[in-house]
């Protein structure tokens, strides 16, 4: 049988994927905020795993409050860390949404993102204030990095995700727009989509469905 065609379960990354964002907003924040050389204080904070530590779990959000604050050099308030951090995040677009109702009925759906308790509020709420509706009721349930104390593409995340949805890996997709963060869901046995710059996720469904000429990562 077509491996596509085996095809239960549905994991979504969600930045990137599902929900618009654009780093470099936040880059622009701290840097009208009076950050000096932004790039390199960003360059700074990927060395010492700060954004790392945070989505893993392993620091608190007063912790990566600080963190920023030593690495950009000024005394920002945590409504002021708050607002450049989330400033990245954008839209869940309305063609996502119905997406994801339509094909529902065909697969289970999971969400596996690398992701924070500062970010997960945030979006979360503007999700509710703009569908009306919860965004974690798209999904039977929510595999959240901060939660799990990993990050995707260690091949942990992937396994702790199989053994506490009891997922059969020749079973399960996952969708990332990360391709190192897809090939190492296949590394795990899961087949995988990379979506590429410029490619809509819902293009990759039809009448609710997974398009079998799409290119997958197998196994």
């Known amino acids: 049988m077509d491996p596509i065609h085996s095809i239960k379960n549905i994991i979504f990354d969600l930045g990137g994927v599902l929900l618009n964002i654009d780093p470099l907003l936040t880059v622009k924040a701290l840097t009208d905020m009076g ?40 005394p920002l308030s945590d409504e002021q860390v708050d607002e450049a951090w989330n400033a990245l995040l954008l839209d869940f677009p309305a063609s996502r949404v119905n997406m994801m109702r339509e094909i529902s009925s065909n697969y289970r759906l999971f969400l596996l993102s690398n992701t924070n308790s500062i970010h997960f509020e945030t979006y979360t709420e503007a999700f509710r204030a703009t569908h009306e509706f919860e965004m974690e ?53 899961w087949v995988a989509f990379h979506l590429k710059e410029g490619m809509e996720v819902t293009e990759l469904f039809k009448n609710g469905k997974l398009r079998t000429e799409a290119e997958f990562l197998l196994p």
């Open 137 to 189: 009721s798209l999904f039977e349930r929510l595999f959240l990095s901060y939660e799990l104390d990993s990050h995707k593409p260690d091949l942990e995340i992937y396994l702790r995700v199989m053994q506490a949805g009891q997922f059969i890996p020749a079973e399960t997709l996952f969708i990332d727009d990360s391709l190192a963060n897809a090939e190492a869901a296949v590394k795990a046995g």
């Open 35 to 74: 950050v000096q050389d932004m790039m390199e204080v960003h360059k700074r904070l990927m060395a010492a795993e700060v954004y790392q530590r945070f989505d893993s779990g392993r620091s608190t959000p007063d912790q990566f409050r600080e963190d920023i604050r030593q690495n950009c050099g000024l």
